[in-house]
């Protein structure tokens, strides 16, 4: 919708890490992000959506997992398998999540492989060496033989939005915040 209401300017979209997200707003060389919240003032937000963690795993372990945590009530099966996780420097937000997630339920995470990106990981859980929390969202661009699990309880979820700093002026920035506000347009 707004690159038809403005063809002429031009929106890149890039995959970085909140922090990247937050410095880049600080200092001006971005002017919007999508980020995990809270944001530290002076930034501000427009709250989004609500994102989930899940457990990747292949089709064919699928039911088996999923009558296993259904069953017994816990997530403590988690700490019985072989995990996958984003490197820490890649993802500092969704590491934290997870880990306040696992501590919450008392799981001592077996990481057998660390990677720089979710769709390698992804790829590495559809290879069936291990199963990786991640956001539900991810389901968007998994491989054919991955599903998903949605966690649930304390630390499962949190708040994503629309992230800008103010102190910097931009006047297309802000057509785009007030198109998001009147078409929801993310």
């Not at 398998?81 to 799981?107: C, D, K, W, Y």
């Not at 033989?145 to 920035?173: A, C, K, M, Q």
């Amino acid at each position: 919708h707004f690159r038809r209401r403005f063809p002429q300017v031009n929106v890149n979209l890039e995959d970085i890490s909140s922090t990247q997200q937050a410095d880049g707003l600080y200092d001006g060389s971005l002017q919007l992000a999508f980020m995990r919240l809270p944001v530290e003032p002076p930034l501000c937000c427009l709250k989004l959506s609500t994102e989930k963690l899940a457990v990747a795993i292949t089709a064919e372990h699928h039911a088996s997992l999923a009558s296993k945590l259904r069953n017994e009530n816990d997530y403590r099966p988690l700490a019985d398998l072989p995990m996958l996780q984003l490197t820490p420097e890649r993802g500092p937000g969704l590491n934290q999540q997870i880990a306040r997630f696992l501590a919450f339920n008392n799981i001592a995470a077996n990481i057998i492989q660390r990677s720089r990106d979710i769709q390698t990981l992804l790829a590495l859980v559809a290879t069936g060496i291990g199963i990786a929390l991640v956001t539900e969202s991810a389901a968007n661009i998994a491989p054919r033989g991955v599903t998903f699990i949605p966690l649930f309880g304390p630390y499962s979820s949190w708040e994503v939005g629309l992230v800008w700093n103010p102190v910097v002026e931009d006047p297309i920035r802000d057509r785009f915040i007030e198109g998001v506000k009147t078409h929801r347009l993310v």
